[in-house]
């Protein structure tokens, strides 16, 4: 940690001064779409090869990361451990992480009584937000600020509470997912099994080995997707006020809810089902592009294609695919997958609709995930959040070991920027 402190202290010292590039007008209507403004050390995307974590790509990590005895797929915990230390672990190292996390999966009782009590017509993402909301209860940077720590020493209890929140987000999940679908009493965290296999066993799938390997390569992909995203901002941006990670990463949970964010993969799985629903199973490449161009000519966008930075296929749904080629490729919504891969983007650049006419992570994972029987689609979000929660904690982590300060950017009124520029070309 204090080498890279080092370092982030000589790319300040050396270039602190320099312009890192022009800001246009339309960038502030926009979204700040494509601003550089922020720092973001565990994961960044290009435009044309997709995520790297850590300068790893998915393959790199599917190859270089550990995976669980007779699994293929990369533990999460690895992967975490790579966002925090830019390291590959051991083998032994994922292993003491597990059982570190299962040690400390226990949520407090009037946190179970919390989401005991919500109706189960409440969205599992207002309650996930909830539940993780409230475990700042025990929070340890809280405890820590409020007894004077200094800052040097922020990053220690920001750690302890980003292991705590990883390690109780299956049992938050697994409850919410049982009161609300009705699946029965909660079993007990196992610490002899990894994360990815616990959170399968908590939701009734802990049996099916294909869909446990599912967890591993799902939270794993969808860990991160560097600093810009709603849920990944957001958390920083909480986070930057001192907030603990708890409430930081609360807040992320309430961005990702959003339907322009963690909604879409339940937005594909449904357009997908009308459409097998009207041109049925086996149906021809014909029949699917004229279902295409009938939702592009009604005004709909093809859910599960195109991306704000990519340019190409998203190596997220390549990394799902394969896995749906070695575990299920006679599935039918899978074949149909594969056949609008083929038509799609040749449509969309005729249409015109899209510059990236490729598709991204959420065209394939809601198809993985009803396969082996979790269908409901409103709690696909949870799991997206929890693979989110590593990402998030790791770039808290070092936010609180870099002094990272108050967030704070300059806005302008529609008035301020016309005046700015009424007597300049």
């Known amino acids: ?21 022009p800001v246009l007008v339309d960038q502030l209507y926009g979204g ?34 550990p995976s669980a005895p007779g699994g293929t797929e990369p533990l999460p915990e690895g992967l975490f451990w790579l966002l925090v230390t830019g390291e590959i672990p051991t083998q032994e190292q994922v292993t003491e992480l ?25 969205h599992p993402m207002s309650q996930f937000s909830l ?15 409020q007894d004077g720590v200094s800052k040097k020493e922020y990053w220690g209890p920001t750690f302890e509470d980003s292991m705590d929140l990883i390690a109780k987000l299956p049992n938050i999940a697994g409850r919410i997912y049982r009161n609300v679908f009705g699946q029965g009493k909660l079993p007990a965290i196992d610490a002899n099994k ?27 992909i969808h860990s991160d997707h560097e600093g810009g995203n709603v849920s990944a901002h957001t958390g920083k941006l909480v986070g930057s006020a001192l907030s603990d990670p708890f409430l930081a990463f609360g807040a992320s949970l309430n961005g990702l809810a959003g339907p322009l964010h963690g909604l879409a993969n339940q937005e594909v799985l449904m357009w997908l089902s009308k459409m097998q629903a009207k041109i049925g199973e086996n149906a021809t490449d014909e029949a699917v592009k004229e279902y295409v161009w009938s939702t592009l000519k009604s ?6 294609y195109g991306h704000a930075v990519l340019r190409k296929t998203d190596p997220r749904y390549t990394a799902q695919r394969e896995f749906a080629l070695k575990h299920l490729p006679e599935d039918p919504l899978f074949k ?50 929890v693979s989110r929660a590593f990402g998030v904690a790791a770039q808290l982590i070092w936010d609180r070991a870099l002094g990272a300060p108050l967030e704070r950017p300059k806005s302008y009124s529609t008035v301020a920027i016309e005046r700015m520029f009424k007597n300049k070309p």
Not at 50 to 63: D, H, M, N, V, Y
Not at 110 to 121: A, G, H, K, M, W
Not at 131 to 144: E, I, W
């Open 299 to 304: 005004g709909q966008v093809v859910p599960g």
């Open 1 to 21: 940690m204090a080498s890279f402190v080092r370092i982030v202290k000589r790319v300040r010292a050396e270039h602190g001064k320099k312009s890192f590039g």
């Open 131 to 145: 539940a993780v909301t409230a475990l700042n209860h025990n929070s340890a940077f809280a405890k820590a600020y």
């Open 336 to 385: 149909l997958v594969g056949q609008i891969y083929n038509v799609v983007p040749d449509i969309l650049l005729e249409a015109g609709k899209a510059k990236n006419p490729w598709p991204n992570v959420d065209a394939h994972s809601g198809v993985l995930l009803s396969h082996y029987g979790l269908t409901q689609m409103q709690f696909y979000t949870v799991l997206f959040g």
């Open 194 to 220: 990894d994360y990815s296999h616990n959170l399968a066993t908590l939701l009734g799938f802990g049996d099916n080995a294909a869909f446990v390997e599912l967890m591993r390569l799902y939270i794993t």
């Open 98 to 122: 597990s059982k570190d996390w299962a040690a400390r999966s226990a949520i407090p009782e009037f946190v179970e009584e919390i989401l005991d009590r919500c109706p189960p017509t409440l």
């Open 32 to 65: 700040m779409r494509g601003l550089p403004a922020l720092i973001w050390d565990g994961s960044v995307l290009d435009a044309d090869e997709g995520i790297r974590f850590r300068g790893k790509t998915i393959p790199e990590c599917q190859e270089l990361l």
